[in-house]
């Protein structure tokens, strides 16, 4: 079974352009979660889907940071514009979701570096 | 969900046993442990988890004290691919869907 994949796995922009991040989670999982970790900072949550809907968007930093998930299978981050701010390692991890599944783990993909210029 | 404390850094030489303490001394009764780790460029991944009994599975063993305020995850016999960050984390069953806190956590260095 392929795990949580992730794409790019690295980019370099320059400040101010445009970048989309793509997720794919392990086939069947409901749930997507986005986190990021900035140099020297602790890994924080940014958004979790629900199939195609927003169930917690509570840890987006800005208006700048769009995620999707149409048709409840992938899902895309994209920062616009990028600023040096940005800069980090993005992680997408997805769960199979629901209650009476006792763990719920998530499974994490590698992530994408994004370096911010 | 609770907060937890864990030291910043251990080692352990390759084979023995290494000892991870977490506390979380305002863990509620419905609160579980979990513990993750992440491997240098690697993303996160789940290791065990537990609510009050104490816990194995082949990556690990996860102890958890009676009056739960504080656990220790046991990686048996640490091997250098175990050098991490390690990661105590609780969290309540109706959460259990929703987001990871990440703290600090413990970064563990295997030496040969």
């Known amino acids: 079974e392929a795990g949580v994949t992730q794409f790019p796995s690295h980019s370099v922009i320059e400040k101010g352009q445009t970048v989309t991040l793509r997720c794919d989670p392990i086939?069947?999982?409901?749930?997507l979660y986005w986190y990021r970790r900035v140099m020297g900072k602790e890994i924080k949550f940014l958004l979790h889907f629900v199939k195609e809907s927003k169930q917690d968007e509570s840890g987006m930093p800005n208006n700048r940071f769009l995620a999707e998930r149409t048709g409840g299978t992938y899902s895309t981050l994209k920062v616009q514009p990028a600023e040096l701010e940005d800069s980090g390692v993005y992680f997408c991890a997805s769960s199979q979701g629901t209650l009476n599944i006792r763990i719920n783990e998530q499974f994490f993909g590698p992530g994408t570096r994004l370096t911010v210029l | 969900d609770a907060k937890t404390t864990q030291p910043p850094s251990m080692d352990c030489a390759e084979g023995r046993a290494a000892n991870l303490p977490c506390n979380h001394s305002?863990?509620?009764?419905?609160?579980?442990v979990y513990w993750y780790r992440q491997i240098h460029s690697q993303g996160p991944q789940y290791i065990i988890h537990?609510?009050?009994n104490n816990e194995t599975n082949e990556m690990a063993s996860l102890i958890i004290t009676e009056d739960r305020k504080s656990s220790t995850l046991i990686l048996p016999h640490a091997t250098l691919r175990d050098t991490a960050v390690y990661y105590c984390?609780?969290?309540?069953?109706?959460?259990?869907?929703?987001?990871?806190?990440f703290g600090r956590g413990t970064q563990l260095t295997v030496w040969p």
């Open positions: 984390i609780v969290r309540s069953r109706g959460s259990t869907l929703g987001r990871l806190y």
């Open positions: 537990g609510l009050k």
């Open positions: 305002t863990i509620s009764g419905n609160e579980y």
């Open positions: 086939s069947g999982h409901d749930n």
